[in-house]
């Protein structure tokens, strides 16, 4: 039976794969601490934080500044943001944009929602003192993870909320810095909320620029956002399959 041959995974790909395996070893190194050593990840408890709660805030912190670079080897998905990632579609419709990102901007209410409402439960459970500051900083670590899970496996804001086609097309690509820091708005020490004010940057970087330019951020006005331009390939492992991918 012939079986159709898979294209080689782009260095795009490769990369992220690397990224996904980097962040799930930081994600079990935190969970074990949280079974066997809970006290080390309380940064609350003593002046200096312990050695994995320093890579921990490095690594996610480090995955948010280098989203400000316009020059940094990430996806289109995040990238679009900036004028080198942008490459017209002659005579595009600006009345078919508008309507795109009115569809777009529906969808990210309806994320951005059911994130707070969602998020706002921990909150709660940490206020009454029902989880501590051990637990918070493991969600924090599993949304990291669950970050790069969403653009390479499966993702279900877009599958269930936004409808995009694929993360490059994705109108809150960089909403991942904030999502992830959102546990650390709880609580106030310069260790949780220099992470939340770092995600919050990001976010108002993503969000002026997508109203100043929503041409950046639409395939019909992007040729680099349209599959056929697409040289990533994030969407191999992506379910649902993408039509490229499928046997």
């Given at each position: 039976m012939f079986v159709r041959a898979l294209p080689k995974p782009t260095k795009v790909t490769i990369k992220y794969?690397?990224?996904?395996?980097?962040?799930l070893a930081v994600f079990l190194l935190v969970a074990a601490l949280l079974v066997l050593r809970p006290q080390w990840l309380d940064f609350t408890a003593s002046p200096l934080?312990?050695?994995?709660?320093?890579?921990?805030?490095?690594?996610?912190?480090?995955?948010?500044?280098?989203?400000l670079n316009p020059n940094s080897a990430l996806t289109a998905g995040c990238m679009?943001?900036?004028?080198?990632?942008?490459?017209?579609?002659?005579?595009?419709?600006?009345q078919s944009l508008k309507e795109a990102v009115r569809g777009q901007n529906r969808g990210a209410l309806k994320v951005a929602a059911v994130w707070l409402i969602f998020n706002l439960v921990f909150g709660i459970l940490y206020w009454r003192k029902t989880i501590g500051v051990a637990e918070m900083v493991a969600l924090c670590a599993f949304y990291y993870l669950?970050?790069?899970?969403?653009?390479?496996?499966?993702?279900?804001?877009?599958?269930?909320?936004?409808?995009?086609?694929?993360?490059?097309?994705?109108?809150?690509?960089?909403?991942?810095?904030?999502?992830?820091?959102?546990?650390?708005?709880?609580?106030?020490?310069?260790?949780?909320?220099?992470?939340?004010?770092?995600?919050?940057?990001?976010?108002?970087?993503?969000?002026?620029?997508?109203?100043?330019?929503?041409?950046?951020?639409?395939?019909?006005?992007?040729?680099?956002?349209?599959?056929?331009?697409?040289?990533?390939?994030?969407?191999?492992?992506?379910?649902?399959?993408?039509?490229?991918?499928?046997?």
């Open positions: 794969l690397r990224s996904v395996t980097f962040r934080p312990s050695l994995p709660l320093v890579v921990l805030w490095l690594a996610v912190l480090g995955s948010m500044v280098v989203q679009k943001q900036y004028p080198n990632r942008f490459d017209p579609v002659p005579n595009y419709s600006c669950s970050d790069l899970i969403c653009v390479l496996f499966f993702c279900p804001f877009q599958t269930f909320l936004m409808g995009n086609r694929c993360c490059v097309n994705c109108r809150i690509f960089a909403w991942g810095s904030w999502m992830m820091a959102t546990p650390m708005a709880f609580i106030p020490h310069w260790f949780s909320w220099s992470l939340a004010g770092m995600g919050l940057v990001v976010l108002a970087v993503w969000e002026v620029r997508y109203r100043r330019y929503p041409e950046r951020f639409w395939f019909g006005s992007n040729k680099l956002l349209q599959c056929g331009h697409c040289e990533e390939q994030l969407c191999r492992y992506k379910l649902p399959r993408s039509p490229r991918f499928r046997p």
